[in-house]
């Protein structure tokens, strides 16, 4: 097998610990988000966004097999980065991705109290006094994940914004295929850039090898996508053909979950 190719499917996550041990552990991604174990906070530095309105040099759309993934290339250096709320420091955009069903009613990986929405996308970004990516993954506070969750909403104008990543999913039907794209800001999609209430809590890359080095930060805010775009979306050939790529929710052990109220 090629190196760097991950070895996984979406039919048993189950059987992931097998091959990649860390899948079993304790600081396990995603959970459901279950109020009885919220703990409020009114006191932290907002959640602050810093460059998600500039134009890159370039993005690219990428089919890896599991995901649909959206990564740029930013003039240095401005890298969009995210900083304040539960982070200390200052931690650097890399890519977006999206995790989804077989229908509506399952897709996302995190739950809030026991429900689940159609979509979820991720912001990876890495600690910046890392130096990179691989040396962040390394770490129990190297990476920085936003996951934002979207609900059906059929208003054409509502969900406009999302097409600027979707309408090139025809272009990437099959796995390993990347297309470059127009440039655009990621404020493109409304919510990015913008203050809202959140969940935090610490935990792991949700697909092997599970590395326990993430801090989630969960939207309270839902953002709108529509059936036909959740269609296009399916109609993406992943490896292995699965038909999902949700991870099922792991035992949140002892840990807490902030609720950052904005
Ligand atoms: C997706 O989720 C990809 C992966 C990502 C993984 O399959 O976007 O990205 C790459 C570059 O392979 O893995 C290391 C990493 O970011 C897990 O990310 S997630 O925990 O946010 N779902
Ligand atoms: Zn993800």
């Known amino acids: ?3 760097g190719i991950q070895l996984f499917n979406y039919i048993d996550p189950e059987s992931w610990k097998y091959n990649y041990p860390i899948c079993n552990r304790y600081r396990q991604s995603p959970i ?3 109020p009885d174990y919220f703990r409020y906070v009114v006191d932290s530095p907002a959640l602050k966004w810093i460059g998600y309105d500039d134009v890159p040099d370039n993005i690219t759309i990428f089919n890896n097999g599991h995901t649909l993934e959206l990564s740029g290339f930013w003039p240095a250096p401005s890298i969009p980065f995210i900083t304040g709320g539960p982070l200390r420091g200052e931690y650097l955009f890399t890519q977006l991705h999206f995790h989804w069903g077989e229908d509506n009613t399952v897709g996302s990986e995190h739950t809030t109290d026991g429900s689940s929405y159609p979509l ?3 912001m990876v970004h890495w600690k910046r006094t890392y130096g990179s ?3 962040a993954l390394r770490h129990p506070d190297g990476l920085a994940v936003i996951g934002l969750f979207f609900e059906i909403d059929e208003d054409p104008e509502r969900v406009a914004p999302l ?3 979707f309408d090139h999913i025809g272009d990437v039907r099959e796995a390993n295929k990347k297309v470059n794209v127009m440039p655009f ?3 493109v999609l409304d919510v990015i850039g913008r203050q809202f209430s959140f969940m935090s809590y610490m935990g792991s890359l949700t697909t092997p090898p599970c590395l326990e080095s993430v801090i989630w930060i969960l939207s309270n805010f839902v953002s709108p996508v529509s059936t036909s775009q959740m269609v296009e979306l399916r109609k993406l050939r992943l ?4 038909r999902r790529n949700y991870r099922p929710i792991q035992p ?3 840990r807490k979950i902030f609720f950052y109220l904005n």
């Open 32 to 34: 459901d988000l279950n």
């Open 185 to 187: 800001p990621l404020t």
């Open 239 to 242: 490896r292995n053909n699965d």
């Open 252 to 254: 949140r052990n002892d």
């Open 1 to 3: 097998w090629p190196r």
């Open 120 to 122: 979820e996308m991720h």
């Open 133 to 135: 990516f691989n040396e």
């Open 163 to 165: 097409n600027m990543i």
